[in-house]
């Protein structure tokens, strides 16, 4: 019989009934620490005092209103992002595919009011994750993620990760735009080297084609700068943002320059949802916290540290790490055993960890997690590896 809950996930048997900055702790109080955050959501870990304070002050005075009036949390979100970022407008979604569907509608558009109907081609690369909507699926373009759900949306080409010739070679005059992760996420941490994108966005410049950058997994911070294509000294043209934007609040956001948004006027998109109090309020808090000052100067001193210790377990566990990669808190590290049994080992020994692609254990702690947490974590992976050894040389 089906499970009462659609059964599209293989849970691990592990159920949290709280959580408190970095850790998770089950009924019986086991405390986890999480090198996950929700997949890289809970930017400021588990129910951040000034996080909890501020929904809970909105959701007593109002949760929701529809974007047929003025929303101030919204506008304020807005302000923020226009402000620290090269976008000129700000389109609220709840979550990343809906920020998907949203770019690839305003590349299109921006395209037909142009006079040039025919560009409607999005270029995207092999070990994409955009979503799992029908535009995100076919962004993306894996047998995995659409077999048996065809037709899918036509116009989307795929190409090798980092194949600047075949980029070259495969832009004309249908292309609409280019749209990829500046670090692919669940492609296996995968980041693409700066001076490739910033050749991707000369390539993209020379031909007239937009650039989407999707910064759903890599932004916010993450990468120790608030969105990651800032390291390259690039800016794109549409970006995609979800996950940490909303610190575990479902919120998310298309972030465009005036040109590339030229198109979508009054009466073009929508949503019900999308930039409502609850979720802007909490979304504005993130904001101001991760603007501060000092506080991505933490995150790359914090990246620093982490990496340091998992470049020192790699060389301890040969056979079981082949090597780190990344960037920031968006750390990977590539196995020689199944990811899936370093992450089960990993919940054996109270860390968490989340699989990715390529046989990869993706590290994506909060920001703010504490030096004293990042040595506990690697003391605990340490303690997986070895486990996983110790079975390995039993057989
Ligand atoms: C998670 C993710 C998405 C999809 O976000 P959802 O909120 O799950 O729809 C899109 N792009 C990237 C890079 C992601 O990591």
């Known amino acids: 019989m089906i499970p009462s809950v659609l059964p599209t996930y293989n849970r691990a048997p592990l ?16 405390r ?3 090198l996950g955050s929700g997949i890289a959501v809970n930017v400021l870990g588990h129910a951040h005092p000034e996080l909890v304070a501020t929904l809970t002050e909105q959701a007593r005075n109002l949760w ?14 807005a302000d923020m992002l226009v402000d620290k970022t090269f976008a000129d407008t700000v389109f609220f979604t709840n979550s990343g595919t809906e920020s998907c569907e949203l770019a690839v509608k305003m590349a ?8 040039v109907p025919e560009r409607v081609e999005i270029i995207g690369f092999e070990g994409a994750f955009h979503g799992r909507s029908s535009a995100g699926i076919a962004a993306a373009g894996s047998e995995k993620m659409t077999t048996g759900f065809g037709p899918l949306l036509p116009g989307f080409k795929h190409l090798a990760w980092s194949d600047m010739a075949a980029l070259k070679a495969a832009i004309d005059d249908k292309t609409a735009a280019v749209i990829l992760e500046p670090v692919q996420g669940e492609g296996g941490i995968r980041p693409m080297a700066d001076d490739m994108l910033r050749e991707v966005r000369e390539i993209c410049d020379a031909a007239g084609v937009l650039l989407i950058l999707d ?18 000294g690039i800016a794109p043209d549409i970006m995609m943002v979800a996950k940490g934007i909303g610190g575990g609040f479902p919120l998310g956001a298309v972030l465009a320059t005036e040109a590339a948004a030229s198109g979508m006027t ?12 609850l979720g ?7 904001m101001e916290i991760v603007s501060e000052p000092d506080f991505l100067g933490a995150v790359n001193a ?23 990669r990344g960037t920031g808190l968006m750390l990977g590290l590539k196995c020689r055993v199944s990811n899936a049994d370093v992450v089960k080992a990993g919940y054996d020994n109270l860390v968490i960890t989340v699989p990715a692609a390529d046989n990869v254990i993706r590290l994506l702690p909060p920001l703010n997690i504490t030096e004293d947490e990042i040595a506990e974590a690697v003391e605990r992976l340490d303690a997986a590896a070895a486990a996983i050894e110790s079975v390995s040389s039993s057989v």
């Not at 540290?305 to 780190?324: D, T």
């Open 280 to 286: 802007c309020a909490v979304g504005g808090k993130v």
């Open 64 to 77: 929701h209103v529809s974007n047929l009036y003025h929303i101030p949390q919204q506008q304020k979100l």
């Open 32 to 34: 986890f620490l999480d």
């Open 108 to 115: 299109r558009k921006y395209w037909y009011e142009k006079g």
């Open 302 to 324: 914090r990246a620093g540290a982490l990496r340091q210790k998992l470049e020192g377990l790699v060389a301890s566990h040969p056979e079981v790490f082949e090597e780190v």
């Open 266 to 277: 009054a009466g073009t998109h929508g949503s019900t949802y999308g930039g409502n109090p």
């Open 15 to 30: 159920e949290f009934v709280k959580g408190e900055g970095s850790w998770l702790i089950e009924a019986d109080g086991r």
């Open 215 to 232: 910064e759903v997994q890599c932004g916010m911070g993450r990468t120790g700068r608030l969105f990651a294509h800032e390291w390259a």
